[in-house]
């Protein structure tokens, strides 16, 4: 199962544009890049899933370069409500086992 | 409507006791989970069951064993409790395997509090 790496912690403001990267050198052809996010008191929710290049909803993007090694998403505009642990995971088909690293604690500032 | 509902949300017991968690999901999935929380905020999984059938167990003590009534329910029995069971469990569901466009949809957490 390929490893991640993001960042432990990111500090932004209110209103600013935030980018979490992660990197995932070891992902396999029929890997997804898979993003949830989890407030305290809360179970991990779903944000955003891709293969390749660019996947864009309401809720963020997802930005990944064509080797796949490694993928950005991409916050716009937070508010103090998106302050959360944010986990980035590749998923392969099959397997029933959905691992999940450290994670990123994102805080907002006001 | 509620995809994903665990009980009891907090649960508080001594050393020794036995309990149970139960979780429900609405959506139709194929697929249910148990995952533990620990102080640290590591998730990590514990079971997996496929239409009712056990398809993945991480190394959990025996003490720990799910059971699946139907394709809705997932329940945790959890006997011998000890200090260490302290964590946050979380129940999840997801279409297929999770893999790839089935992500998992989980509930809200039971909190359990070994004494």
């Known amino acids: 199962l390929a490893k991640t790496t993001q960042p432990i912690s990111m500090d932004s403001y209110e209103g600013q544009e935030v980018n979490i990267t992660c990197s995932h050198n070891n992902i396999a052809t029929n890997d997804y890049i898979t993003w949830y996010q989890q407030f305290p008191s809360q179970g991990p929710r779903f944000i955003i899933q891709?293969?390749?290049t660019k996947v864009t909803n309401e809720v963020a993007s997802l930005f990944i370069p064509a080797d796949r090694k490694s993928s950005t998403l991409s916050l716009p505009r937070v508010s103090l409500s998106d302050t959360a642990v944010y986990y980035c995971l590749v998923v392969g088909t099959g397997g029933f086992k959905t691992i999940f690293g450290a994670g990123t604690r994102l805080f907002v500032k006001a | 409507d509620t995809a994903v509902s665990q009980t009891p949300k907090y649960l508080v017991t001594q050393m020794g006791n036995d309990k149970s968690i139960k979780c429900e999901q609405n959506?139709?999935?194929?697929?249910m989970y148990w995952y533990k929380q620990d102080s640290k905020k590591f998730l990590k999984i514990m079971f997996s069951?496929?239409?009712?059938?056990?398809?993945i167990n991480e190394t959990v003590p025996n003490r720990f064993s799910p059971k699946s009534p139907d394709k809705a329910h997932l329940n945790l029995h959890i006997n011998s409790l000890e200090l260490g069971d302290s964590a946050v469990y979380f129940c999840?569901?997801?279409?297929?395997?999770?893999?790839?466009?089935?992500?998992?949809?989980f509930g809200n957490g039971t909190r359990l509090t070994v004494t």
């Open positions: 999840a569901s997801s279409q297929e395997s999770g893999g790839g466009g089935s992500p998992l949809h």
């Open positions: 959506l139709g999935h194929d697929t």
């Open positions: 891709g293969y390749k």
């Open positions: 069951y496929n239409n009712k059938e056990l398809i």
